[in-house]
């Protein structure tokens, strides 16, 4: 997990996420790393002394194209409006162009994808220094761990202790030990994205036989699903009762109505709407940035039942009534339909593909890559596709693709080994 040696490639790949963070407003706003690619995808693509293919870019472009085309006429079948046609096809490009641009600088280095995982981390932190605009909300005021920062200061601990911890197992264990000061923080995402990773890597099962295999992530699966309400449960009954402090517990019973409403629903009370939008539109989608007010009263009228105060008059003296959407997957298939949403499903498969590698594949899968992944998957089910996004996710990506090469490339080398001595 150590950088050998920066070059040129290395400088962009950490420069890149980290140029998330500043803005221009040409022709709308951009990101210093949008304009970045820009420029660097022409170069990349018509250079023959690039590697241009790489695994799993292929048919992820082919799905972002699918994204791209399901946009359009989306936005065609329910009259978008220009400038919201341009905002939602332009994030789809520029995250074409972050996708390419990493991949090929990348081309399957582990030294360069820590530099990139690196200038990750670093721009999380780095946003709250410069003032970025999720910090200018009041979630993001009160709350900064859970809203990047936490992430970031995790994913550098563990690179700095696997310098001098080489077991991946007991790594894995002291991040796992550590896990409860997400709480104490207010970061409940984190919290459980920590103990996830740490879990799946510290105690990693070495099983050849698929059906071994299968019959190991079925009961993962079904144990998840027993264990889960009771923690949910007990973590609700230490919050209202200040274990975790003032801050947490007041955040929780506003959130469910004094203990009334579970947690997961209180704290994506969007899903429900996302999910109502959809089935009213399931093939086009509602188009680019869709707004409706049918939907947001649908939303207010469902928080307000849920016991959180609404001042209607504040709340409907609006000029945009966007439909609510807080992720990636439902967001996708709400403005652009089904095929819109194909993409994410696809991201979706490879990385349930390095989960079960990670529960029970060849060797344990680095706690510091076990971490992206998880919260890969969190981010498609649970975060909305903001501006940043078009960078972080495609560095996700390419980690969830690195892990997949590797595990193909070991299989082949088990395999042409186990061929070559049957024929001794």
């Known amino acids: 997990m150590t950088i050998k040696r920066l070059d040129s490639a290395s400088i962009i790949l950490f420069l890149l996420p980290i140029l998330t963070i500043f803005t221009v407003n040409i022709v709308g706003q951009l990101m210093f790393s949008d304009i970045l690619v820009l420029i660097l995808t022409p170069i990349l693509l018509f250079n023959k002394s690039f590697n241009k293919k790489q695994p799993y870019l292929k048919p992820i472009m082919l799905f972002l194209l699918l994204w791209f085309f399901s946009a359009i006429v989306s936005d065609i079948v329910n009259e978008t409006s220009l400038i919201n046609f341009l905002r939602g096809i332009s994030s789809i490009l520029f995250f074409a162009m972050h996708i390419f641009v990493i991949f090929v600088l990348v081309n399957m280095k582990r030294d360069r994808l820590t530099t990139l995982i690196l200038g990750v981390s670093i721009s999380f932190i780095l946003l709250l220094v410069f003032g970025g605009e999720v910090y200018s909300l009041d979630d993001g005021k009160n709350t900064p761990w859970k809203m990047g920062v936490g992430f970031g200061v995790t994913i550098i601990f563990v690179m700095l202790l696997s310098r001098w911890i080489k077991n991946k197992r007991l790594l894995a264990k002291i991040l796992l030990f550590s896990s409860p000061i997400h709480l104490f923080l207010n970061a409940r995402s984190l919290f459980l994205t920590v103990v996830l990773s740490s879990i799946i890597t510290a105690f990693h099962l070495k099983i050849y036989s698929k059906g071994k295999k299968l019959f190991i992530l079925l009961s993962t699966l ?20 200040g274990f975790f402090g003032k801050q947490a517990q007041e955040k929780y019973i506003m959130q469910t109505g004094g203990g009334k409403i579970n947690i997961l629903l209180a704290g994506r009370s969007e899903t429900l709407i996302s999910l109502t939008a959809i089935s009213d539109s399931i093939i086009f989608g509602h188009g680019s940035w869709a707004t409706s007010k049918e939907y947001f009263i649908m939303y207010l009228s469902m928080l307000e039942k849920m016991g959180k105060h609404i001042n209607w008059n504040s709340e409907l003296d609006k000029d945009k009534y966007l439909i609510p959407a807080h992720s990636m997957l439902l967001a ?7 095929t819109g949403s194909l993409f994410w499903f696809y991201i979706l498969y490879l990385s349930l593909k390095v989960l079960s590698i990670g529960i029970a594949g060849r060797k344990p899968i680095q706690v510091r890559d076990m971490l992206i992944v998880v919260a890969l998957i969190w981010d498609i089910f649970f975060s909305p596709f903001g501006q940043a996004r078009r960078c972080i996710e495609a560095v996700y990506i390419i980690v969830v693709c690195m892990i997949l090469m ?6 082949n080398k088990k395999l042409y080994k186990k061929n070559l001595e049957g024929n001794l």
């Open 222 to 241: 079904f144990f998840i699903l027993i264990v889960a309400p009771m923690a949910i449960n007990y973590y609700g009954n230490l919050t209202q009762e």
């Open 332 to 338: 996708a298939w709400v403005w652009y339909g089904i």
């Open 406 to 411: 590797e595990e193909k490339k070991e299989n």
